[in-house]
């Protein structure tokens, strides 16, 4: 009589692959993608090289994993902002998104794309790429968004969707830049205001 042995369990990662890539993410968020050595990345994450490689592939992958992450949680805002009823609502849900998110308590300040984006050298290339990818759809959505706003009178014939779109996301990259170098949160939802304030009349 053959005994047949059942296939081997794996054995389990012992450790919170969830809580390790929210800490992945947010030392990518402080240090940018170069700046994120594999040592920072782990000694957050509490696990070792291997059961990085293992559990999320190499550092680019680790980071398109962490990206995503941000832009599903902190960066929600750009896709929620889309579904308000009004141009100018749009508008202000994106705005005012970007600060909270610039600005989230027991978070690195600023935002993850420009951190990731502003400065590197051939190895941060794709991601650089990636997240040019991230910011021309975000943009591509609201020109179509505010192409919509137009056609349904909304917004004037006169208005350029692509250019209040730019003009949008200039604002929300400001207020990011503003926000990593210390400005708090009152002051840029002050600066929002003033920008809401020039919204251009139906």
């Not at 929600?76 to 308000?84: K, P, R, W």
């Amino acid at each position: 009589m053959t005994i047949r042995r059942s296939a081997p369990v794996g054995r389990p990662r012992g450790f919170d692959a969830d809580k390790a890539l929210e800490n992945a993410m947010r030392v990518f968020w402080e240090h940018g993608y170069e700046g994120a050595s594999l040592t920072d990345l782990t000694e957050a994450m509490g696990i070792n090289r291997t059961s990085m490689y293992a559990a999320f592939g190499n550092k680019e992958e680790l980071f398109r994993k962490a990206w995503a992450r941000y832009a599903a949680g902190p960066a929600a805002y750009g896709a929620e902002s889309l579904v308000e009823p009004t141009a100018r609502q749009v508008a202000a849900v994106f705005l005012h998104g970007a600060v909270r998110s610039a600005t989230l308590p027991g978070y690195p300040t600023g935002c993850l794309s420009l951190r990731a984006s502003l400065i590197g050298g051939d190895d941060g290339q794709a991601i650089r790429e990636l997240l040019a990818v991230s910011r021309q759809e975000t943009r591509t959505q609201l020109t179509k968004r505010f192409e919509r706003a137009v056609e349904e009178g909304d917004l004037s014939r006169e208005t350029d969707p692509a250019l209040l779109a730019r003009f949008i996301m200039t604002i929300a990259n400001g207020v990011a830049v503003q926000a990593a170098g210390g400005a708090d949160r009152a002051d840029l939802e002050l600066v929002v205001d003033a920008a809401l304030r020039n919204w251009p009349p139906v």
